[in-house]
């Protein structure tokens, strides 16, 4: 299976090919573009529910941050309750709370209808506080989410080797493998009647009175409903003012001797440290995450990953990294992901975006927050997470302008690669960004000499990219598309690959 980076994460392998002869030429109820947790929960739901349903993914299910997740199923969010009832008020704090408790369930239900086996355990949770800033940190998270009726009890013990100064237990957290469960969700949403086609990017869509038309990579497709379940979704939207893109960072290490803490712990650090157990074949491994920042604000990620090991060095006994990656999510402004109708649309196309990292949870959520949308069943979380909340911003007119208007023309010969590359005096394995004659050219040698020169401007919305390069890869850091060093799409909203700088020769 391949992700959107270079790295291997510790549940890459489990990732199986969907693919089918699959006749698109047919009116589908609804078509559910993206392969991670939330387009595929989203697409077995409404496909039981009688929809006939088609799930379209650019690449292979898993491809997404779904496949470089860590999957804690935490009910106490990035998000706090104390400052939800701050922004939002007591009453939705309250409701967020139970998109926790009904998140699990429906995950709970769904491993127990299809038997999944997808090593869910339940566990408990430990959050813990280094110093005293940290420690009031706490003191305000549990009194909100005492506010809530969320139980967080003080502890002076916590199964984690790191000295703390204040510490509360959360009880009834869960965690899993995310890539058994899809595997399993995408197989019992074909054995509903469902159909599945990867390798299928979807570039733009049209919607008409009684159906949307997407234009797709691989021919047209007619829904009545479209769902972005893209993480962020694709083309340009008023959302990509509303998120802003982070990369974290996880490595899981084994440890000597047997001493592995079984629960789950994340410490208040500013970005925080998350932590748990998974065994993979046979092996107990002790996942590690954090060091998270703005996708593109940092060049030398492959530092991220020395940060995250020499901090978690520290504190156990660490045998070696036996797999490290990184992967992506998405904050939105105002701390609660957008769940429902797609800004701009006249109805008939939703989204789910913003999950901060919590999108076990959120998306797991969406798949019944969309349904009972399509399905017209009222839903007690739509007002909440109503896309609609957010303000319409001047400059989103210029921004679109300024997307259609975008021409390419970067044909160009032997000897102007020549240029760029010695521009940017390059060894073996690295990449910059090198301006010629007003324009600006993202450059990778790869080992063997051979270099790659693309137009370094994100045809999404004329940002500059940025090298990544622990995961090899151009990452825009405004909207978070990003690009291999072909400049082929890894990560949306673009619709559009990077351009390439063809030898004529
Ligand atoms: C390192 C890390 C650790 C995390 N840990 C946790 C955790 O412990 N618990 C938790 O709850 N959350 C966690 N999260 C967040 C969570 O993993 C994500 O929010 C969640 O996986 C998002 O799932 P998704 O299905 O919405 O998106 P994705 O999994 O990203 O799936 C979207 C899919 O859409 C496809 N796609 C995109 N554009 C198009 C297009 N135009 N046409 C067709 N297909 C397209 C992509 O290829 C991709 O496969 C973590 C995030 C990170 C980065």
């Known amino acids: 299976m391949n992700r959107d980076g270079a790295r291997k994460s510790i549940w890459q392998e489990e990732i199986k090919t969907f693919s089918a002869d699959v006749d698109i030429d047919q009116l589908f109820d609804v078509a559910v573009v993206g392969g991670g947790i939330t387009g595929i929960s989203t697409a077995l739901k409404l496909q039981l529910s009688g929809k006939k349903c088609i799930l379209l993914e650019a690449a292979n299910i898993g491809f997404g941050t779904t496949g470089g997740t860590t999957a804690h199923l935490n009910d106490f969010f990035d998000t706090t309750y104390a400052q939800a009832i701050k922004d939002f008020g007591l009453n939705n704090a309250k409701l967020l709370k139970f998109v926790g408790i009904e998140a699990n369930n429906i995950i709970k239900n769904n491993i127990r209808e299809f038997n999944i086996d997808c090593d869910y355990e339940k566990k408990t949770g430990y959050l813990f506080a280094l110093d005293e800033k940290q420690e009031k940190q706490l003191i305000d998270i549990v009194d909100g ?13 916590i199964p984690f080797p790191v000295p703390f100064k204040k510490a509360a237990v959360i009880p009834d957290q869960a965690q899993f493998h995310p890539v058994k469960y899809i595997k399993a969700l995408a197989e019992a949403f074909l054995n509903a009647g469902g159909f599945i086609v990867e390798n299928c990017l979807c570039e733009s869509h049209e919607e008409q009175e009684e159906e949307v038309i997407l234009t797709t990579s691989k021919g047209i497709i007619k829904a009545k409903n479209v769902v972005y379940a893209t993480h962020i979704p694709p083309g340009v939207n008023i959302l990509h003012f509303m998120n802003a893109p982070y990369r974290s960072y996880a490595i899981a290490f084994s440890l000597n001797g047997d001493h592995y803490p079984k629960d789950l712990g994340y410490d208040l650090v500013d970005p925080y440290h998350y932590y748990r157990i998974q065994e993979i074949n046979g092996e107990n491994l002790l996942i590690a995450g954090g060091e998270d920042h703005k996708t593109g604000h940092t060049e030398d990620t492959g530092e991220c ?6 901090y978690v060095r520290e504190y156990f006994d660490v045998n070696a990294a036996v797999y490290s990656w990184s992967s992506q999510y998405y904050e939105p402004v105002d701390g609660l992901p957008y769940i429902g109708k797609l800004p701009g649309s006249n109805g008939k196309i939703f989204t789910a975006t913003g999950f901060r990292g919590n999108g076990m949870i959120f998306g797991t959520i969406s798949s019944q927050i969309i349904c009972d949308l399509i399905l017209n069943i009222p839903n007690k979380y739509e007002k909440l997470f109503d896309p609609a909340r957010i303000k319409p911003m001047a400059g989103a007119g210029t921004f679109v302008k300024e997307q259609a208007s975008v021409v390419f023309d970067f044909i160009k010969d032997k000897i102007f690669i020549e240029k760029i590359e010695s521009l940017a005096e390059l060894k073996d394995g690295q990449a910059k960004v090198v301006k010629h004659e007003g324009e600006s050219y993202a ?15 994100c045809p999404h919305a004329l940002c500059e990219v940025r090298w990544n390069s622990a995961e090899i890869s151009w990452d825009c850091p405004c909207h978070g598309s990003r690009f291999n060093v072909n400049g082929k799409i890894l990560t949306g909203p673009t619709v559009k690959g990077l351009q390439r700088i063809e030898n004529k020769n």
């Open 443 to 457: 450059v990778y040698k790869e080992s063997g000499g051979k270099s790659h020169v693309l137009k370094s401007t």
């Open 145 to 157: 989410a005492a506010q809530v009726g969320h139980q967080m009890i003080y502890t002076n013990d």
């Open 305 to 310: 990953f020395s940060k995250l090991e020499n």
